[in-house]
């Protein structure tokens, strides 16, 4: 009897467990953090199914499927490009029709060739017919052919060029859009009858400085045959409801592509994707992390015996729900998507032969809450369930776009109980809160997910009250401000002017105040520093201490929307930043200046750098203070005042080397460079010698080890 309740308790155990075994995918499902690391996520879709040309029941079996479609009526149009045809698949996966041979408008029979892609809307089937060189048009309903949109002829194509289309598109006005393999110019616009209107969306090149430079060497033809002088191809593309045209291409320079993507380039210039408006400006929103490229992370991997590295081979883009849109990595047979935003939603697929995984992708369309995805390899439909997960997505980015920001919320909430890395939620929740009114709870929400902008925006209301509320304390503030400033250079002045008399031995205020004299007038300041005693070693350490002070307040004081990805400060980090430069200046300067005749010693040197400071205290300090009320959009005035101080200070230093070694403008200049060169060789010596160090002590600990065994 226990043995039987024992099987019978792991019967049941097995059921409860087996709808989540069989739900199980073979592939990770996850979005990318601030830092560019995988985060995982619950699946947004699982795979369903396989359709094969079995299932479809065709007596020809597809052959090197290149591109799907499905209407508005989700029919499923397939164009099997060996067998020169296309199918066309009612919603429920019954094969209606398939359009390969015709009679033309002259009555002469005629067939498709090698067709590549398919666009279809309420009346008509548009067919790329890519080796007869022509867009091919039939009835959606019966199939029954309609007309031939040829070539387009216009003066801009160069000579010998072939017109080979691949990929088709038509607005509501009925104007054609056709990408062609061969035309690298952009996506070619035509109207209904085929007139030639122009070009959308060039791609920019990228030839390098020695290609440009040999370039001046190459004959016409040589010119004229050369690929890097011409903008790159596009390889595919979908329109939306508004005419919009989303394109894609996998020409692109990958260090460009790559170098976008690792820098955060939110630009189009080396963009794989791109959403055209009808004058060809690219108008896609980049607002995630990363620009919306495919995969971030491209360090080398194996899949299935075979290295994949760099970016992604972006082939297809497909528009979904709610706004949002998925691309194709051919290389790894990824599904990106994105919101309308640009923001990364999901990311899932791999290589592979298990139902899920992807031998080779080619093709990607939304058919109602599903995906479908096309594998080249076996011409097999692969046809992916939306999950719970990813219908909340659904949902929230719906409402949110319906401007039902209550519901936007409970659903931004519910996804946030499932995946608590999902920064899109937090986002969705600020701007929610942001619309009601409640600004600091939005700023929470967009804190947790460094949406900085979007914390700015919440922070410029709630600054605006408070201006509005205190609007006479603002200029008091600052007139308060700039009168004490007035009165401490005023004082400072009145000191300097007093120790102007030579004195066996001044004070320590004197010396110190004497810095703000040296900023205004650099070469007395810096000849009576030296000659008449007016500095000192404690003043000049004690401006170095008051720098430190400085860059640990930036550290410390800057206001989340200028320092949002702070990780703590580091006191001894902040000192050993201002010291060590500060230290191989005064050191390397001096080693250089005595070969080369210097008039300073290692005193005058230490003290003059340690003056030649103060601007990068006096500037950085108030820029460090103002962050806490100035917005995202008025950081220009926090990076000028620092670039000020910087560049103030590194006259300051070049001027005291002048004076204080007695120097003529070239050998200054010479002595300056030779000065930076010279902290570098210090440094490689260092680190060389800490080496050897290391080495020799590892040696000895290990003789000490051996000879303590033995005995």
């Known amino acids: 009897?226990?043995?039987?309740?024992?099987?019978?308790?792991?019967?049941?155990?097995?059921?409860?467990?087996?709808?989540?075994?069989?739900?199980?995918?073979?592939?990770?499902?996850?979005?990318?953090?601030?830092?560019?690391?995988?985060?995982?996520?619950?699946?947004?879709?699982?795979?369903?199914?396989?359709?094969?040309?079995?299932?479809?029941?065709?007596?020809?079996?597809?052959?090197?499927?290149?591109?799907?479609?499905?209407?508005?009526?989700?029919?499923?149009?397939?164009?099997?490009?060996?067998?020169?045809?296309?199918?066309?698949?009612?919603?429920?996966?019954?094969?209606?029709?398939?359009?390969?041979?015709?009679?033309?408008?002259?009555?002469?029979?005629?067939?498709?060739?090698?067709?590549?892609?398919?666009?279809?809307?309420?009346?008509?089937?548009?067919?790329?017919?890519?080796?007869?060189?022509?867009?091919?048009?039939?009835?959606?309903?019966?199939?029954?052919?309609?007309?031939?949109?040829?070539?387009?002829?216009?003066?801009?194509?160069?000579?010998?060029?072939?017109?080979?289309?691949?990929?088709?598109?038509?607005?509501?006005?009925?104007?054609?859009?056709?990408?062609?393999?061969?035309?690298?110019?952009?996506?070619?616009?035509?109207?209904?009858?085929?007139?030639?209107?122009?070009?959308?969306?060039?791609?920019?090149?990228?030839?390098?400085?020695?290609?440009?430079?040999?370039?001046?060497?190459?004959?016409?033809?040589?010119?004229?045959?050369?690929?890097?002088?011409?903008?790159?191809?596009?390889?595919?593309?979908?329109?939306?409801?508004?005419?919009?045209?989303?394109?894609?291409?996998?020409?692109?320079?990958?260090?460009?592509?790559?170098?976008?993507?690792?820098?955060?380039?939110?630009?189009?210039?080396?963009?794989?994707?791109?959403?055209?408006?009808?004058?060809?400006?690219?108008?896609?929103?980049?607002?995630?992390?990363?620009?919306?490229?495919?995969?971030?992370?491209?360090?080398?991997?194996?899949?299935?015996?075979?290295?994949?590295?760099?970016?992604?081979?972006?082939?297809?883009?497909?528009?979904?729900?709610?706004?949002?849109?998925?691309?194709?990595?051919?290389?790894?047979?990824?599904?990106?998507?994105?919101?309308?935003?640009?923001?990364?939603?999901?990311?899932?697929?791999?290589?592979?032969?298990?139902l899920g995984n992807i031998a080779n992708i080619q093709s990607i369309s939304y058919k109602g809450d599903d995906l479908i995805i096309l594998d080249k390899s076996n011409d097999t439909l692969t046809i992916y369930n939306r999950t719970e997960y990813g219908d909340l997505l659904v949902s929230a980015l719906q409402n949110t776009e319906d401007r039902q920001y209550d519901k936007a919320v409970d659903y931004w909430q519910a996804i946030l109980q499932r995946n608590a890395n999902f920064d899109m939620a937090y986002i969705g929740i600020g701007d929610s809160l942001y619309r009601q009114g409640k600004y600091e709870e939005a700023m929470d929400m967009y804190k947790y997910a460094y949406a900085v902008e979007d914390y700015s925006r919440a922070y410029k209301e709630i600054r605006k009250d408070w201006m509005e509320k205190y609007i006479l304390l603002v200029p008091l503030v600052i007139v308060v401000f700039f009168v004490i400033l007035g009165k401490f250079f005023k004082y400072a002045n009145k000191v300097n002017k007093a120790g102007q008399k030579m004195k066996e031995k001044r004070s320590f205020k004197e010396t110190f105040l004497y810095a703000f004299h040296i900023m205004f007038h650099p070469f007395d300041g810096f000849w009576d520093m030296k000659h008449e005693k007016r500095g000192s070693l404690k003043a000049a350490f004690t401006i170095v201490i008051i720098t430190i002070i400085a860059f640990i307040y930036k550290s410390s004081g800057t206001a989340y929307i200028f320092n949002p990805y702070s990780e703590g400060i580091s006191y001894v980090g902040e000192a050993i930043g201002v010291l060590m430069?500060?230290?191989?200046?005064?050191?390397?300067?001096?080693?250089?200046?005595?070969?080369?005749?210097?008039?300073?010693?290692?005193?005058?040197?230490?003290?003059?750098?340690?003056?030649?400071?103060?601007?990068?205290?006096?500037?950085?300090?108030?820029?460090?203070?103002?962050?806490?009320?100035?917005?995202?959009?008025?950081?220009?005035?926090?990076?000028?005042?620092?670039?000020l101080g910087f560049v103030w200070a590194g006259f300051l230093i070049f001027f005291a080397v002048s004076v204080i070694h007695d120097y003529s403008l070239g050998k200054n200049v010479i002595t300056c460079i030779g000065t930076i060169v010279g902290m570098a060789i210090i440094i490689f010596l260092g680190v060389l010698f800490s080496g050897l160090v290391a080495k020799i002590v590892s040696f000895v600990y290990n003789i000490y080890v051996e000879l303590s065994y033995r005995m």
């Open 581 to 643: 430069p500060y230290l191989l200046w005064c050191v390397s300067n001096w080693c250089l200046t005595t070969l080369f005749e210097g008039e300073g010693s290692m005193k005058d040197i230490f003290m003059a750098t340690g003056y030649a400071l103060i601007p990068i205290a006096m500037f950085m300090i108030p820029s460090t203070a103002i962050t806490n009320v100035l917005l995202f959009e008025e950081g220009a005035i926090v990076t000028l005042l620092n670039a």
């Open 1 to 354: 009897m226990k043995t039987a309740k024992v099987l019978l308790l792991t019967f049941l155990m097995v059921l409860m467990l087996a709808p989540s075994i069989l739900a199980a995918v073979p592939y990770a499902t996850y979005t990318y953090d601030i830092d560019g690391l995988m985060a995982l996520s619950p699946d947004a879709y699982v795979p369903d199914r396989l359709i094969d040309s079995t299932d479809l029941t065709l007596e020809i079996p597809l052959n090197s499927a290149k591109d799907i479609f499905v209407d508005s009526h989700e029919y499923v149009y397939i164009a099997d490009t060996k067998n020169n045809r296309i199918v066309v698949i009612n919603d429920k996966w019954e094969t209606q029709f398939g359009i390969s041979a015709f009679y033309n408008d002259n009555g002469v029979y005629d067939s498709l060739s090698a067709p590549e892609g398919v666009f279809v809307n309420e009346i008509e089937i548009y067919v790329a017919d890519s080796q007869n060189h022509r867009i091919v048009v039939f009835d959606r309903t019966t199939g029954d052919f309609k007309r031939i949109i040829p070539e387009p002829e216009s003066d801009v194509f160069p000579e010998g060029h072939i017109y080979t289309p691949i990929a088709v598109s038509v607005d509501a006005a009925g104007r054609i859009y056709v990408v062609s393999s061969t035309t690298t110019y952009g996506v070619i616009s035509m109207n209904t009858d085929g007139s030639f209107l122009g070009f959308l969306g060039a791609q920019k090149t990228t030839p390098s400085a020695f290609d440009i430079f040999w370039r001046r060497f190459q004959t016409k033809a040589q010119r004229a045959k050369s690929t890097k002088y011409v903008p790159t191809e596009y390889n595919n593309m979908t329109m939306d409801e508004t005419g919009f045209i989303y394109v894609t291409t996998s020409t692109i320079d990958a260090s460009s592509q790559q170098s976008a993507i690792d820098n955060k380039d939110k630009s189009a210039d080396y963009a794989p994707v791109k959403k055209l408006n009808p004058n060809g400006q690219d108008i896609m929103n980049r607002n995630g992390f990363y620009p919306p490229s495919g995969e971030v992370d491209v360090m080398e991997m194996e899949m299935n015996g075979v290295s994949i590295t760099g970016p992604s081979k972006i082939i297809d883009v497909a528009l979904g729900p709610a706004g949002m849109w998925s691309i194709i990595d051919e290389k790894r047979s990824k599904i990106f998507t994105y919101d309308q935003d640009g923001n990364l939603l999901y990311v899932f697929g791999d290589k592979g032969s298990q």
